[in-house]
């Protein structure tokens, strides 16, 4: 069993920033890639970024250049530094990752940008 934990989220007007963590605790060991996910209200869950464990990372082309993700193995946890906000970025961000074939979810932070 993996659990995560996210927290960081708030309010924060149109162009500002937060940063969200993600703890990760329990069997990490076999864990690999941690990922950011963001539900708008209303929308389907995107994804938004990923990280491996060597630091190799990605980006949804909606987040490019605005947020950046990392990681410290040695903390177990994953950040997604989001910059530059837009109403649009509003909605709950999840922290996710995988252990062999079962993926785990954290139970989410909300992130509300105002304009």
């Known amino acids: 069993q993996v659990q995560l934990v996210e927290s960081g989220g708030g309010l924060v007007q149109v162009g500002g920033s937060l940063r969200l963590s993600c703890v990760a605790s329990g069997s990490i060991g076999g864990i690999n890639s941690m990922a950011w996910h963001h539900q708008a209200p209303g929308k389907q869950r995107e994804w938004v970024a990923h990280i491996t464990s060597s630091g190799n990372t990605d980006y949804a082309d909606s987040v490019q250049g605005r947020f950046t993700i990392s990681r410290d193995n040695a903390k177990n946890t994953a950040y997604l530094q989001m910059d530059s906000l837009k109403p649009e970025d509003t909605g709950v961000y999840y922290c996710?990752?995988?252990?062999?074939?079962?993926?785990?979810w954290g139970q989410g932070t909300q992130v509300t940008v105002s304009s």
């Open positions: 996710h990752t995988f252990v062999g074939a079962r993926a785990y």
